[in-house]
């Protein structure tokens, strides 16, 4: 089976990342108090090679391929933990992306946002 | 078309959260700094309410439906930053996810990672 | 008794902040674990008005004295948990900053580190 | 000169984090976005060593002297930022502290959220 993001649905990630855990009776340290944590933890990490640069230079990072490497990892990593929880919690999260990106269409109208930067969800 | 974990390939995600960035003229606001910084800032929200909590209560949050719906939220709010920061890099997630399980899968192999709590990615 | 940076040492301002927890009974939820958590919480928060403003559009903001109680409030909520942690698990913040300082003075030499954004701790 | 919480006034602290800076010309890239992306990314260090541990075995951490120097090293990288952020924004933290901790009295009376672990500040 090929992974990439046109062929593969959300269901599918979500079982390789529960198996990962499950192989290695990892789901009891799983609760959703420390998924959060550790998804946050990669999260900051995401910022980290960003974080002394301005605009341009950020771009850069992508150019060079073992800092692309790291980069998506850490991307990865995020979303893993962000599966996991959806595991655990018995989330659907395309559907819970789908009612929040309706929110967001509510709160943030075309003609009303278009261009601002104002505080956003 | 429905939008579950079920039917929906990643990629469809992708593109539902650049296309709405798209009519709002926020690209010119969506750096990979800016939204790894913002994906932080949603995987800290998806922490609150659990900070003060211990391992039961945690689990007795998502029985409250208001709670488990602002949970959901949060969580979304995570993986739409997640996305739009692969769109933005040209990154295909699933493989990203795909490669990074695989580095996962040689760091901690399951007869020596089995129910320990030792650091992992 | 006045509270200002010149004339309150970090004791004083450590012990204030044990007492309003002592006082709330709160120490039971102040795990070193939980406070690390709300920690980071309030750091993301302080980060929040930042994120979609490049370098000018960031100090304006203190300009506002509305948006800089605001600000200031955040940072006082993150130095607050860093308190309470060091009251929680025994530490002397003056001495760990003191050692801190010196390690990164090994680490960044004046000469080599001079301008540069390379990664730093 | 000797540093102890009880002996050293945060201004002290101030000056020294803002030397530090001073003399490896890093002030350039210390915009008060980027402190505060830095600060988080150390509170999300902070946490790193807690995440997958409850509350008994998080406390024992601290009984073993590398980890409790790296989480030392930690606390203090927190503060650091925060001290750093605060000579950038111009901020008086103690007088900030003082303020903030007079409204959390107002939002958290001693009556009513003594032993509860309702959201909080």
């Known amino acids: 089976m090929s992974w990439t993001d046109k062929e593969t649905p959300v269901s599918e990630l979500k079982e390789r ?4 855990a499950r192989e290695r009776d990892w789901e009891q340290f799983h609760t959703l108090k420390n998924l959060s944590v550790a998804l946050a933890g990669e999260a900051a990490e995401l910022m980290e090679p960003f974080q002394w640069l301005e605009g341009d230079r950020c771009k850069a990072l992508l150019q060079d391929s073992a ?3 790291a980069i998506e990892d850490e ?3 995020v979303v893993i ?3 996991q929880f ?4 018995g989330i659907d999260l ?3 992306i789908d009612r929040k990106m309706a929110k967001n269409a509510l709160k943030y ?4 946002a278009k261009g601002s930067a104002e505080k956003r969800g």
Do not use: H, I, S
């Not at 109208?109 to 009303?112: K, S, T």
């Open 17 to 20: 990342v529960a198996a990962f």
């Open 67 to 69: 800092k692309r490497e």
């Open 75 to 77: 991307l990865a990593d």
């Open 81 to 83: 933990y962000a599966l």
């Open 86 to 89: 959806a595991n655990r919690g």
């Open 94 to 96: 395309a559907l819970a």
């Open 109 to 112: 109208p075309v003609d009303l």
